[in-house]
């Protein structure tokens, strides 16, 4: 099954400056991507996703670039502000950790972003 | 069109009570995703369901828990006789395939 895993687990950064956050994943069937945001005592939100037959997306301040060779991804936030201190997940669409042959979403296990003013 | 919603927000029970969690997904999405989140960690797959059949439970533990998705009303996660380490998040996704939106969770404290 597919295993994702994510790094670093915390990340500070000054306001202004860039943050990238990456995510490696087992599964080369994998083949959808999605990245997202949670705030504290809500859900998670989706913010951007690449699907495998891309290798880069972007939109705004955020892009995400796709690795399949090495299987690995990665989050890029520029002009960081602070609000976008938060909790961000990768996750990808494989078989997943437990086994079975439904393709779930397996998550990352999160990096916490402080943007400092 | 309104996003997942989950309801109740937050819910106390006590050790040997039952807790049933609810999720409406997103208006023409037919495939619902429960996890469960504890503070600080990762999300966790417990089940997954289409209208009127569970696809994979394969996450959800085999004793006390169980979820539906029926034909009408929402989907329904019940944990029966809960104890305290059943305390969490737990949050439900819908999605029309792949792409997966998520509720706002239902936080439990089982005291």
């Known amino acids: 099954g597919e295993n994702v895993e994510q790094h670093p687990s915390t990340l500070s950064v000054q306001e202004g400056d860039s943050a990238v956050i990456k995510c490696t994943y087992s599964?080369?069937?994998?083949?959808?991507f999605p990245w997202y945001k949670q705030e504290l005592g809500k859900g998670p939100q989706l913010i951007i996703d690449?699907?495998?037959?891309?290798g880069e997306k972007k939109d705004q301040r955020i892009a995400v670039t796709l690795n399949k060779t090495a299987k690995h991804f990665s989050l890029h936030i520029t002009e960081t502000q602070p609000e976008d201190s938060a909790v961000y997940f990768c996750a990808a669409w494989g078989e997943g950790d437990s086994g079975g042959s439904n393709y779930k979403l397996t998550f990352g296990k999160g990096t916490l972003l402080t943007v400092n003013p | 069109n309104a996003g997942v919603m989950q309801n109740p927000r937050h819910l106390v029970r006590r050790r040997g009570q039952e807790a049933r969690l609810r999720c409406s997904p997103m208006?023409?999405?037919?495939?619902v995703y429960w996890y469960r989140q504890l503070p600080e960690e990762g999300l966790k797959f417990m089940v997954y369901l289409q209208k009127e059949n569970i696809i994979d439970e394969s996450g959800m533990p085999k004793e006390r828990f169980s979820a539906e998705f029926p034909k009408e009303g929402p989907s329904i996660l019940r944990i029966q006789q809960v104890v305290r380490g059943d305390s969490a998040a737990y949050f439900c996704a819908s999605s029309p395939y792949n792409e997966q939106f998520f509720g706002p969770g239902t936080r439990l404290t089982v005291l």
């Open positions: 208006k023409g999405h037919s495939h």
């Open positions: 690449i699907r495998s037959n891309v």
């Open positions: 599964d080369s069937a994998s083949n959808y």
